[in-house]
């Protein structure tokens, strides 16, 4: 069923983030506000020239772009590079589906998942880095790939439940990457700390 991944994945998201996540933590209600209005969107579609697009995949669109505006020029610069490679790799990752479908070897979604996680890893070394030219190089990948399609008798609505599955699992991968990145420090407060208090009460 389509679009499931991605409620399931949202709403975890939102929970996590309302109730779990630490209250002094900078990006906690920009993030909250973020999914509950992509959730709001996500069945809404609107018509953009030639093009049909989700309203919920042009909202992420936005939101990143000015996410990027906000930052210095050469990183502005270097989001834009690293969103155009991925955009680069969404397309012919689409393209390689239709013309030779033989190497999609297990799940789509999966496939795209771990391929577009690990491109993103690469490029860019924080969370938020990699989430933004995620979210911005699938999207304008779908723009793209809707142009090439435009000329042949099956278009390809743009941002639609399907892709928004592929880009939460993506961000769900990236999330927990993010973790295991960060577990090694966190273990080692845990232990310094529990030490130290060993230590006191000795």
Known sequence: MEGAMFYWICWSLWVYLTFLLNRGNP???????????LLLLSNFQLKVGIFEVQAGGLFLLITSYLFISQEKRG???????????ISMAYVTFHLFEIFDPIWIIFKKEWMMAIVFGCLAILLQKTLKGRLL????????????????????????PIGALEYLDVCSLIAA???GWSLLEN????????????EKGKQKSS
């Open 75 to 85: 990183a502005m610069i270097y989001y834009f590079i690293c969103s155009f490679i």
């Open 173 to 175: 991968l990236l999330v």
């Open 183 to 194: 577990a090694g420090p966190i273990i080692q407060n845990h232990i310094h700390f529990f």
């Open 27 to 37: 990006y906690r209600f920009k993030l909250s506000a973020i999914i509950l209005i």
């Open 133 to 156: 030219i995620m979210i911005c190089g699938t999207m304008q990948g779908e723009f793209l790939y809707a142009f090439i399609l435009n000329k042949f008798p099956f278009p390809h």
